[in-house]
């Protein structure tokens, strides 16, 4: 019904999508760290995104800015996100790491 859906919030109403975010690196400081894969389950359903380092990767030039791409292109497609320590950690590592590769970060 239209008219329950309008009584939620704004982020439980139809159509949010939702994501719940992780990002595993090999260090905790992102200007030698090398990030080695993220997920992100989606909620309401069993779909999980992911990417992972390769061994070609390792060997490019551009360590991980393949897959810090490929979660940044995600990221834009949810409209909330997330993390368990995500404000300490995965999004300012994220931040650094597509400002060093000068790739566009997502607005909050």
């Known amino acids: 019904d239209r008219r329950e859906d309008k009584r939620k919030p704004w982020y439980q109403q139809n159509g949010t999508r939702i994501g719940y975010l992780d990002i595993e690196t090999d260090g905790l400081k992102p200007d030698w760290a090398t990030m080695l894969t ?6 309401g359903n069993d779909n999980i995104l992911f990417d992972v380092i390769t061994r070609k990767d390792l060997f490019s030039g551009n360590t991980d800015r393949r897959i810090i791409k490929s979660v940044l292109d995600q990221l834009n497609k949810f409209d909330i996100i997330v993390t ?7 999004i300012p590592f994220l931040r650094a790491k597509a400002l060093h590769y000068g790739l566009n970060f997502p607005h909050y």
């Open 84 to 90: 368990y320590y995500g404000t300490g950690f995965d």
């Open 38 to 43: 993220w997920c992100i389950k989606e909620k």
